[in-house]
């Protein structure tokens, strides 16, 4: 038996889970709770969160985990996203989701308000539509009554966190995913927010990953890095600081960890991001559409009556030829849900590039594209940091896609290790353990995650073939960039 149990509540793009991780002084063990869909509601042309439905699952989960005697508990979700209470602490609409057209040319209408290169000076942040910034500034574009009435905001986790314990602060590490928050200063960018006509008084306290919030029931309530990616990169197996990164879900977040924040010009114009991470680091990072392209061609499968696993789909890819069209997963046009596939053919078309038509030809395209697409982002963070790489880690879900792990070899030149597949729950959970005594710091917590069995390692093969198909890869890209600027 464990010595001490701790609950990580995660809150992914697809699912949510509470999960139970014990430590016994030398290994981790984890035990799945409750696993639920996160599912989106779309309402008067609005696509939204259901957060009342998340609400009450992480209650069951919670539920069903005191048994276990938990000496705490810890959320982590998404970034951006968020919700606003009013004087009485209530929550004014449901959560609206990043991918809602909302912030549709929001960034043009802030850049004539402050320039793109003021606000990477006060945010250093990657420049994306779904960022916080951009859907508060929708708001104020639109006159939105919400804002008039709203007392404060909270990101995703943080509104979690205050109905678990009443309290109204944001973590660090998800408040600097809003572009919103200024590491010089330490705290949210008041001279930004003031130019863009967004309440200031609105924006709570800012905590550090670690902190003790308060408790639910009788049990603790920890921050962990509550932005999903801070507790990933956290759990990291390295034992030497000349790694990079890959966390791999929905989105692929790219990058290095690094003492200080870098917002130069190169960094301005490589449009890296700069998130906060646990105890005094940085992830220089960039996202990358990660599996939703896969998830989307999928789905559009399946309604179609081709309903196969993802297992399915990587065994149809292994079998088609190899490289024979790319493209930019960055693109604007898989941003959207929607029918990838097609959308996928008709980017190959218009761009002469052979047209995959089979399922497992698409499933190839998607998979080498985001391993080109991972090697220019390498690349990019790499010369903004001045920082050298000798391994690639991909923690995460989209570790279990051995075929995509080897093309990451293959693209990058570099020696991959994979795992674990769990790295957001453990790193949240590592993070509590932390802070309740059971474990010294972040380099005692990685080394624990390096000794665990399932970690994998994948040599680059091919290297050659991939260099030639990264030199299409970077002209298309170079155009997709073009056509969005």
């Not at 809150?11 to 889970?17: F, I, P, Q, V």
């Not at 006060?122 to 574009?141: A, D, H, K, R």
């Not at 097609?342 to 698409?362: H, M, S, Y």
């Not at 932390?434 to 091919?462: F, H, K, N, S, W």
């Amino acid at each position: 038996m464990a010595d001490k149990t701790v609950l990580a509540v995660d809150l992914g793009a697809e699912s949510g889970r509470v999960m139970a991780v014990g430590f016994d002084g030398r290994s981790l063990h984890l035990q799945e709770l409750h696993r639920f869909p996160n599912t989106t509601v779309t309402l008067n042309g609005t696509l939204h969160w259901n957060f009342l439905r998340l609400w009450d699952d992480i209650k069951i989960g919670i539920e069903k985990g005191k048994v276990l005697k938990p000496a705490s508990i810890g959320v982590d979700t998404w970034g951006v996203d968020f919700g606003l209470l009013d004087s009485q602490g209530n929550l004014i609409g449901n959560p609206v989701h990043y991918r809602d057209g909302r912030t549709t040319n929001m960034m043009q209408t802030a850049f004539r308000k402050v320039s793109k290169a003021d606000i990477f000076a006060q945010t250093g942040i990657q420049f994306m539509p779904i960022n916080t910034l951009y859907q508060l500034l929708s708001l104020v574009e639109s006159g939105s009554p919400q804002l008039q009435i709203a007392d404060t905001f909270l990101t995703a986790p943080d509104l979690l966190n205050y109905w678990l314990t009443g309290v109204k602060v944001c973590e660090f590490s998800n408040a600097t995913t809003t572009q919103l928050f200024n590491p010089t200063t330490g705290t949210w960018a008041t001279a930004l927010i003031d130019k863009l006509g967004i309440p200031s008084h609105i924006f709570p306290e800012i905590v550090l990953p670690g902190t003790r919030l308060g408790s639910y029931e009788g049990i603790p309530v920890i921050a962990p890095a509550c932005h999903d990616t801070g507790s990933a990169v956290a759990a990291v197996p390295t034992t030497s600081p000349d790694f990079a990164y890959i966390s791999s879900g929905t989105w692929s977040l790219v990058g290095l960890e690094v003492d200080n924040p870098i917002w130069t010009t190169e960094a301005l114009a490589a449009n890296v991001t700069n998130e906060g991470g646990v105890y005094g680091t940085y992830r220089l990072l960039k996202n990358v559409v990660g599996l939703w392209i896969l998830q989307q061609c999928r789905a559009t499968w399946a309604a179609a009556g081709d309903n196969y696993s993802y297992s399915e789909l990587v065994k149809l890819a292994e079998q088609a030829r190899p490289l024979t069209a790319v493209f930019n997963p960055n693109d604007p046009i898989f941003l959207q849900p929607g029918d990838h596939p097609q959308r996928i053919r008709d980017f190959c078309r218009q761009t002469n590039q052979p047209v995959p038509e089979t399922i497992g030809a698409v499933v190839r395209c998607v998979l080498e594209s985001l391993a080109l697409a991972y090697r220019e982002v390498l690349e990019l963070v790499q010369t903004v940091a001045n920082q050298p790489v000798s391994t690639l880690h991909i923690v995460g879900g989209g570790t279990q896609n051995r075929l995509l792990n080897q093309l990451t070899a293959n693209a990058t030149g570099l020696p991959v290790v994979t795992g674990p597949i769990e790295a957001t729950v453990i790193g949240n959970a590592l993070v509590q353990f932390i802070t309740l005594g059971e474990i010294a710091d972040l380099t005692q917590a990685r080394q624990i995650v390096a000794e665990m069995d399932e970690l994998r390692r994948y040599e680059p093969v091919d290297t050659a073939v991939w260099d030639e198909a990264y030199g299409r890869y970077q002209q298309l890209a170079h155009q997709t960039s073009q056509k969005s600027a």
